[in-house]
């Protein structure tokens, strides 16, 4: 007889074992092929998936009756059909605020390297380049004093937020609605359109969905100032070609992704940009949160299987 839970990817050492004989574990970093993900789900009665994992209807049908939760290893859920999955009696969880800081470290350090050509600066090394120190010499952009946009003041914008007080910026966002001024970390709200247009440096950590798919396309990125630096923590909100072309004519000074809308696949206009900061998908990306994040799936399925709510459901 099967376990009962299938979990679709190598998560963090020692957070899988706590289900021990409960889970069959996909050991591995690379994503199961769709058709072994539909044979490995039949019968299970919990899924701790990836965001690599489409959650629709025909691995619902795979699945079948017993299926109780779907215990998604990422905070965001856009590769889950939460309408079927709720049809069917399906819970649907995430993994809040665990990857706040780590994700909110990793925009820092993104801005950092794109405002300041540190990749410029390294390949120009590695490359065995010749150069030499002068006044002119790969200028980058200064921080203190410009103004900070973040468009999404969820956890992470928030925490981004509060990081910008050590480097003297001022910080704008913009949410479809306003915060609480308890919860603004003493930013102003500002409608889309001025927000842009006030952002010297622009951080993107909305979620994704239907409404914010491209969101920033050509016309709201040419709406930043001239010389901005634009860094996206989201797949998808940016149009990835625009910014590319944005990177080309020199409306932007530099940009810096980290989640891309087609991964692993990277536009080729984006690979091509200089000015381009690219990382791979590294927000969450420490020991640490790794295995919180892991930990909270896990406590998700078990309390599903012991007849209770997800710790943390969605709807």
Same mark, same amino acid.
């Given at each position: 007889?099967?376990?009962?839970?299938?979990?679709?990817?190598?998560?963090?050492?020692?957070? *899988?074992?706590?289900?021990?004989?409960?889970?069959?574990?996909?050991?591995?970093?690379?994503?199961?092929?769709?058709?072994?993900?539909?044979?490995?789900?039949?019968?299970?009665?919990?899924?701790?998936? =990836?965001?690599?994992?489409? $959650?629709?209807?025909?691995?619902?049908?795979?699945?079948? #009756?017993?299926?109780?939760? $779907?215990?998604?290893?990422?905070?965001?859920?856009?590769?889950?059909?939460?309408?079927?999955? *709720?049809?069917? !009696?399906?819970?649907?969880?995430?993994?809040? &605020? $665990?990857?706040?800081?780590?994700?909110?470290?990793?925009? @820092? %350090?993104?801005?950092?390297?794109?405002?300041?050509?540190?990749?410029?600066?390294?390949?120009?090394?590695?490359?065995?380049?010749? @150069?030499? @120190?002068?006044?002119?010499?790969?200028?980058?952009?200064?921080?203190?004093? =410009?103004?900070?946009?973040?468009?999404?003041?969820?956890?992470? !914008?928030?925490?981004?937020?509060?990081?910008?007080?050590?480097?003297?910026? #001022?910080?704008?966002?913009?949410?479809?609605?306003?915060?609480?001024?308890?919860?603004?970390?003493?930013?102003? @709200?500002?409608?889309?359109?001025?927000?842009? *247009?006030?952002?010297?440096?622009?951080?993107?950590?909305?979620?994704?969905? %239907?409404?914010?798919?491209?969101?920033?396309?050509?016309? /709201?990125?040419?709406?930043? #100032?001239?010389?901005?630096?634009?860094?996206?923590? =989201?797949?998808?909100?940016?149009?990835? %070609?625009?910014?590319?072309?944005?990177?080309?004519?020199?409306?932007?000074?530099? *940009?810096?992704?980290?989640?891309?809308?087609?991964?692993?696949?990277?536009? #080729?206009?984006?690979?091509?940009?200089?000015?381009?900061?690219?990382?791979?998908?590294? &927000?969450?990306?420490?020991? /640490?949160?790794?295995?919180?994040?892991?930990?909270?799936?896990?406590?998700?399925?078990?309390?599903?299987?012991?007849?209770?709510?997800?710790?943390?459901?969605?709807?």
């Amino acid at each position: 007889m099967q376990p009962p839970v299938l979990v679709t990817r190598r998560l963090a050492p020692g957070v *899988a074992e706590r289900l021990g004989d409960l889970a069959t574990v996909h050991d591995s970093e690379q994503p199961l092929p769709r058709a072994e993900l539909l044979r490995a789900v039949h019968g299970r009665t919990a899924v701790i998936t =990836t965001l690599d994992d489409t $959650v629709d209807a025909e691995f619902l049908d795979a699945a079948g #009756p017993a299926l109780r939760i $779907v215990a998604n290893h990422a905070v965001g859920t856009h590769n889950i059909d939460q309408a079927a999955c *709720a049809a069917r !009696g399906v819970h649907v969880s995430n993994t809040p &605020g $665990v990857l706040t800081g780590a994700t909110a470290d990793m925009a @820092w %350090a993104l801005l950092l390297a794109a405002a300041r050509r540190l990749g410029e600066g390294e390949r120009l090394l590695r490359s065995g380049t010749p @150069w030499a @120190w002068a006044p002119t010499f790969m200028l980058g952009q200064e921080l203190a004093g =410009t103004p900070l946009g973040i468009l999404g003041m969820g956890r992470i !914008g928030r925490a981004v937020a509060r990081r910008a007080t050590g480097f003297d910026m #001022p910080v704008s966002y913009h949410n479809r609605t306003r915060l609480p001024e308890s919860e603004e970390q003493g930013a102003t @709200w500002r409608p889309l359109d001025d927000l842009l *247009a006030e952002s010297g440096i622009l951080v993107v950590t909305c979620p994704f969905t %239907a409404a914010t798919r491209h969101l920033l396309n050509a016309e /709201r990125i040419a709406r930043l #100032p001239r010389g901005a630096v634009l860094v996206s923590m =989201t797949a998808g909100v940016v149009d990835e %070609a625009a910014l590319a072309a944005a990177l080309e004519n020199g409306h932007l000074f530099a *940009a810096a992704v980290d989640n891309f809308e087609r991964e692993p696949r990277v536009d #080729p206009a984006l690979l091509a940009q200089e000015r381009a900061v690219l990382a791979p998908h590294l &927000g969450s990306a420490t020991v /640490r949160t790794r295995q919180a994040m892991g930990d909270l799936a896990v406590d998700n399925v078990l309390a599903v299987l012991d007849g209770k709510d997800p710790v943390t459901p969605l709807g």
